[in-house]
Structures are given as C-alpha cells and as structure tokens.
Nanobody
C-alpha cells in the first residue's frame, strides 16, 4: 500500500523557517514526479514545488521561488520542502503528492497526481 506521510508543519512567525518532510513507502518512486501542493482556507489547492524522483530540474511556483527549496534523500525515501522567509500568505495545509513522470499530464494539475499525503498545517503569524 502506497503511503505518503508529511510532517514538520507548525506555527512560525513571519520571516521564520520550517522544513516539511514527506516519507514515501509502498512502491518504488523512480519513475514518479514528486510534488508539494498547498491549500489555504477558502482557496483552491495550488502547486508549490516539484521534481522527478530520479532527478532533473526542480519547478517552483513564482510565489515561493528563492524562499523554498525542494530536496530528496534517496536512502530514506523522503522528500523535503525547506521553507524560509515565511509570510502570512504561506499559511496553508501542505500536501505531498506523487504522479507518474511520463504519463503526459502536467505536474501543475492536482488531478494528475496518483497519491497524496494527509497534509500538514503551516501557520505563519504576523
């Protein structure tokens, strides 16, 4: 059974940092694209960052470029989202997701993803 388990969310002040983790299990993800999404209250879920598990370019939403960094630890089967210079507009539930990398669908679209984690809350206080 495939599982994506996020952790690392919490309450942080403006300008602070958090590192989210997503532990993946249940299959090999070598041919998958891993993404982070977020959903703020009253808003649609949006793409934040993503990269192929096997490597390559990392993609970021314009709103987080220069502040967030996506990384992977192959040995631990875990991906991370390092979030720096957090702002109140970063407040959201953050989700880890996985999609097949070569199925022709856009990594921007949440409907393209096959597996989702349960989400972790990030709250940035001003």
């Amino acid at each position: 059974q495939v599982q994506l388990v996020e952790s690392g969310g919490g309450l942080v002040q403006v300008g602070g940092s958090l590192r989210l983790s997503c532990a993946a299990s249940g299959r090999t993800f070598n041919t998958y694209f891993m993404g982070w999404f977020r959903q703020a209250p009253g808003k649609e879920r949006e793409f934040v960052a993503g990269v192929r598990w096997s490597g390559g370019s990392t993609y970021y939403a314009d709103s987080v470029k220069g502040r967030f960094t996506f990384s992977r630890d192959y040995a631990k089967n875990t991906v991370y989202l390092q979030m720096n210079s957090l702002q109140p507009e970063d407040t959201a539930v953050y989700y880890c997701a996985a999609k097949r990398a070569h199925d022709g669908s856009s990594w921007l679209r949440e409907t393209a993803y096959d597996y989702w984690g349960q989400g972790t809350q990030v709250t940035v206080s001003s």
